[in-house]
């Protein structure tokens, strides 16, 4: 498994930017998938975007699409989420996960490591 360690959260307000980012441990970083999701206490954890080792292709929730970017630098073993245009609505834990092998997904089950996740709050 890979270590994963998020940095970023914070408190914000509506309408504000923020950019979460995460580092993995691990030489064939640039082989693995990786994705954030989010947890609402007391709500399932869900996809908010994906990028594929392959092809950088990237898949984004619909709820943050067009507000949000998800990168990737396999020199450093970061992924980041630039996160703009933030709602209310997108308060939650934020989680990285890595997937060994594989092509995007977008299910909890598919991630083989994850973070310890990073608070975002957003004020209106």
């Known amino acids: 498994q890979v270590q994963l360690v998020e940095s970023g959260g914070g408190l914000v307000q509506a309408g504000d930017s923020l950019t979460l980012s995460c580092a993995a441990s691990?030489?064939?970083?640039?082989?693995?998938?990786m994705a954030w999701f989010r947890q609402v206490s007391g709500k399932e954890r869900d996809i908010v975007a994906t990028?594929?080792?392959?092809?950088?292709?990237?898949y984004y929730a619909p709820s943050v699409k067009g507000r949000f970017t998800i990168r990737r630098d396999n020199a450093k073993n970061t992924v980041s989420l630039q996160m703009n245009s933030l709602k209310p609505e997108d308060t939650a834990v934020y989680y990285c996960?890595?997937?060994?092998?594989?092509?995007?997904?977008?299910?909890?089950?598919?991630?083989?490591?994850w973070g310890q996740g990073t608070q975002v709050t957003v004020s209106s």
């Open positions: 990028i594929f080792w392959h092809d950088d292709y990237t």
């Open positions: 691990g030489s064939t970083f640039s082989r693995y998938t």
């Open positions: 996960a890595a997937r060994q092998s594989g092509g995007p997904a977008t299910s909890v089950s598919d991630y083989d490591s």
